[in-house]
């Protein structure tokens, strides 16, 4: 396992639930990084994740080099889909378990956005999601708390998915 680089035991929980396509230099329609740039983006939230408790919370992230959605982030609770060379489409508010779309959140952001963004999200998440209600059960997902503290709305149904998007908003203030 050592020989392979699999016996790592401290992932965080971020880690452990990320997924991305291979994008460049192996697919011919990737726009952006994926597989290479994702762990490397991980890696600049971890410190993050541990300075709010949330290191061993499992969020779902995942990552692709272009629109057609090989490692499915419209299901994921955050989501980076490539737009261009090092720019995204983020993506937020999906269902932990797959059972609800996301919605896009920020479009065309670069690293040092990205960045600041998850952390500002990852600590108010860490001190405003729901604890779990009975002992052992799980407290508030990510991506629910996204849609209850209002920072992204519901996709209830596919035909609204391009409704009420967060980069609408800002575009009317």
Excluded at 28 to 50: F, N, Q, T, V, W
Excluded at 64 to 92: I, Q
Aim: net charge negative; with cysteine.
């Amino acid at each position: 396992m050592a020989e392979c680089k699999l016996d790592n035991t401290a992932f965080s929980g971020l880690r452990l639930s990320s997924s991305a396509c291979v994008a460049f230099p192996t697919c011919g329609l990737a726009m952006a990084e994926s597989e290479r740039y994702l762990p490397i983006l991980i890696d600049k939230l971890e410190d993050c994740l541990a300075e709010n408790g949330l290191s061993k919370e499992s969020i779902v992230m995942r990552m692709t080099g272009c629109p057609n959605g090989c490692a499915r982030p419209w299901l994921a609770e955050v989501a980076f889909v490539g737009k261009a060379y090092g720019a995204y489409n983020m993506y937020l508010g999906g269902g932990y378990h797959g059972q609800r779309l996301n919605k896009l959140y920020r479009a065309s952001i670069m690293e040092d956005e990205i960045l600041t963004i998850m952390k500002e999200l990852l600590k108010r998440y860490s001190l405003e999601r729901r604890a779990a209600t009975v002992e052992g059960g799980e407290s508030e997902r990510f991506g629910d708390w996204c849609i209850r503290s209002g920072v992204i709305k519901e996709t209830t149904e596919g035909k609204t998915f391009h409704d009420d998007v967060a980069e609408d908003d800002e575009d009317e203030e």
